[in-house]
Structures are given as structure tokens and as C-alpha cells.
């Protein structure tokens, strides 16, 4: 299991790169930016790839919607291309709240997109003429489709570093966790349980595999994390308190009663009475009760939050689920000591 770690939306940007830089020498092997609805990932990254050596550079991640196939295909090998073949392009299909209301486009057909977008990426990567006739994406456009008529099959003008750039797609819905394991390098799942891998993914896991080409090698699993190695009883449970408001956010409140993803999954957990009481609770505007409500079994089973032999017990459960990649956000009091959580998880699976 390797580690990254994401940064935040916002602050001052030139001293998180700065404090960036040594995590990079703590053994931090990846970085990832998030998007959602704020700067975009990629000119970040373009910075943070000047700066930087070692580390990859994930999109964590890009909303599928926002850009045209070709234009993220494009995007992530001119940062390929910038960082000296460091990118890992994660794409993702964000909601309805933020493509509708934000980006005002309509949001349908998330997973027959995703497909697309992977095949059209990798013709795109290895210069071959994009010529497509998908179901949702048509290229060159024809008069039949709507366009002019004048359209060309055109390839990529330069010669990108790498002609398969690993892609992720972020996903915990059954339909899109099997398209991860059938067309994706990486899959990206939130809040990973790792004792309820089988329970909450294990069908789609076994179905998206089945049809997985050899060329993609094995299905690399990344999920993002709490990280605080402390004996320090009121920090660790100041820790847990945070990671509660979290859940409750995503299980209350992305979503609204019978289509929220983050609620399926406390369900698919086996949380079913708790993921009500949450979701309830949070749109009735009760956020602190929300956060209460939370279990302390799933805080403790989805973060790596404990004493050293606490957290190398979570370490070993989230490899025999199959984590390849943590990200780890540490949850220390300040820079010097989260560059410290970094270096000593980094010995911890070493």
C-alpha cells in the first residue's frame, strides 16, 4: 500500500505547496485535488508538478460532465507531459446538486458516460484518429447527429508521454464499482469498510472483473482517510469527532431522502436504522445530533485513527481489502506534526 494525500480547497495556496514539499520527503507518493465546485484541479496541479519531483498528480477529482471527453483526455496529457508521465486521472460523476445547479448541464447517463470517456481517452492517448459512435458521444459529429457535416477525425498533435495513463474512476454505486473493475486502472471509493468490502461491492467487484482486459493489469483500489497516530486519548477522539461530521455530511445531506449514494452505502454496510436516524436528523437541520448519531464502530473501521498498534491493525485490514493507495489526511496539531503522521505511517507498511 502506497500513500497520498489531498489538499484543501482553499488558504493559501504557495504555503501548501511549500509544506507540500515536505511531505514529498516524509515518502508522501501521491497528491490529489479536489474540484467539486471550486478552483479547478488542473491549473493546481500544473503548479504543484514545477515544484515537485516524485510525487503523482491525481484530479480527485474531475466532474465527468464539466468537459467533453476529448478535452479531458487532452488535459490530462499536457500534465502528463508538464510533470514527466506523473498523472493519474480521476474523473468522477459528481451529482445532479452540482452539475445542474452549478454547471447547469443536465445530468443523465452517468455510467454510460464514464465508458465513453475511458474508451475515448485512450484512442485520444495513443493518437489514433477519434472516430467514436457511442451512445451519448458522437466524434466526428455528423449532419445526422446534429452538427455540420464538417467535421474531421482528427489525432492529438503531440506525442503524449505515456499512451495509457492510469485512470480512476471515483464510484460506490454497484452499476459504476463494476465498470471500475472492468475499464479503469483505479478505483475510488469514499468511506471504504474494509470488513464489508464483500457485502457492499463484492458482486459488482466479481462482475466488472470478469470482463477486465489483462492489458489494464490488477484493479488498483485508492480511498481516502483519516490519519492521526497518537496515544493521546482527547486528540484521537477530537479526531474521530471530525470524521463523524464528515459521514454525517455525505449520509445526512449530499442527497435527498431516497437518492443519496452515501446512504445506500451505510445501508449496503449494514448500518440501516442508523443511516434513517443520520439522514433524518441532518435535513432537519440537527448537524451536531447528525454527527452524534454516527457509529463509532464505522468511524474506528474507515479511518486510521489510533495508537501505533491500532493503526498498523487498520493498515493490515484495508490491505486485505485491497488498498493499494491510502489517502491519508493527517490530523495532527500542526504542519511539523502531520509531516511526522506521514513519515511514520510511511515506516509503519514499509
Known sequence: MRIGMGINYAGDFSETINNLLEFEAAGLDRVAVPEAYSYDAVSQLGYIAAKTETLELATGILPLFTRTPTNIAMTAAGLDYISGGRAVLGIGASGPQVIEGFHGVKYDAPLGRARE?????????????????????????????????????????????????????????????????????????????????????????????????????????????????????????????????QVALYVGGMGARGKNFYNDLAVRYGYVDEAKTIQDLYLDGKKQEAADAVPDDLVRQISLIGSAS????????????????????PMDVDHAANVQQIRLLKEMIS
Open 117 to 245: 470517456y475511458a474508451d475515448i481517452c485512450r484512442k485520444v492517448w495513443k493518437r489514433e484518429r477519434v472516430e467514436y459512435d457511442g451512445k451519448y458521444y458522437k466524434l466526428p459529429l455528423t449532419k445526422e447527429d446534429g452538427g455540420t457535416g464538417l467535421g474531421k477525425p482528427l489525432k492529438l498533435i503531440n506525442h503524449p508521454i505515456r499512451d495509457r495513463i492510469p485512470m480512476a474512476l471515483a464510484a460506490i454505486g454497484p452499476k459504476n464499482v463494476a465498470l471500475a473493475a472492468e475499464k479503469f486502472e483505479e478505483w475510488q471509493p469514499i468511506f471504504f469498510h474494509p470488513d464489508h468490502v464483500d457485502a457492499a461491492f463484492g458482486e459488482p467487484l466479481k462482475a466488472g472483473k470478469a470482463k477486465r482486459d489483462a492489458e489494464l493489469g490488477e484493479l488498483q483500489i485508492s480511498v481516502t482517510t483519516a490519519l492521526l497516530i497518537s496515544d493521546d486519548e482527547t486528540a484521537k477522539d477530537n479526531a474521530r469527532a471530525l470524521v463523524s461530521h
Open 310 to 329: 491500532e493503526v498498523k491493525d487498520r493498515v493490515q485490514a484495508f490491505e486485505a481489502g485491497g488498498v493499494t493507495m491510502a489517502l491519508a489526511t
